[in-house]
């Protein structure tokens, strides 16, 4: 752990790992006494270490995994998923986009829209995790977000001037409310992606290292690589990324008015700041 100057054996390098998701939780208030708390699972070493710890810690997490329709590739990492959730005991409930929105992933790819996959992946998929962990009585959706996938959301939202999206970030995510979105919570917000793997080898979590085939064409894989060679040059590049986004926090939200109620999309009914919302926008362009 260069960024900490620190050599930790196996066995305490898991006690610092978890008491660090640990503290998040307590510090950042992610989970009240008796919530029901959905946890969103892919298969991957993030989503199946979050879910471990959820476990370990006796919250009962419900999994709720999403199959976006991206051949050779998801029905992998569900096989994961569900194999982790079976033998754990663990409730878990897969959702598709082809049941819900009629169209997949792959499909969407090949429309030639302006936007990649995985602009309309990601709206699709916070939309369905909302509208699902909210049918099973969430109170809380935990997502496996980890330091690296933040700091790169950080970088990616200032230099396309999204600072309301820069808002919505942080441990306790979104801006706005509405009865009908579930609070979204990230327990592995401080951990980097290296140690989320170190983590599950250590404890023997079967993951998926499967990697989407849409990944590699995306604008997050260059920040990413320009992120890692940065932390490679300079160790704590991340961590520090994200301490200056949590400096700014206050101020992005008070200006953006966080906390207001907002009503639901003239379209679905989902709630939306807007007159419609952006799963609803996603589709009228891919059908258009
Ligand atoms: Fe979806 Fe893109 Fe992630 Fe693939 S890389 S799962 S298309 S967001």
Known sequence: MRYAQKQLCAECFSRFFERRAWRTVKNSNLFRRGDKIGAAVSG????????????????????????????????????????????????????????????????????????????????????????????????????????????????MNFFRGEFSRMARGGAVTGLVQSPGFVQRVKPLLLSPERENVAYALINGIEYSDAECPHARTSYRASIRDALNSLEEKYPGTKFALLRSHEKSLPMLKAHFGAGAEVGGCGRCGEPSGNAVCEACKCLGELRG
């Open 44 to 155: 991957g070493k993030d989503s199946l270490v979050l879910l471990h710890l959820l476990h370990k810690w006796h919250f009962n997490p419900v999994a709720i995994a999403i199959d976006e329709g991206i051949r050779g590739y998801r029905k992998h990492t569900l096989g994961h998923a569900e194999n982790f959730c079976s033998e754990n005991k663990i409730p878990v409930h897969v959702f598709s986009f082809q049941d819900e929105y009629g169209i997949t992933i792959d499909k969407a790819s090949k429309k030639k829209k302006a936007q990649g996959p995985c602009a309309y992946c990601g709206v699709f998929r916070r939309d369905l995790l909302n509208k699902k962990a909210r049918a099973l009585g969430c109170d809380r959706l935990a997502t496996g977000h980890n330091l690296d996938d933040e700091a790169q959301t950080v970088l």
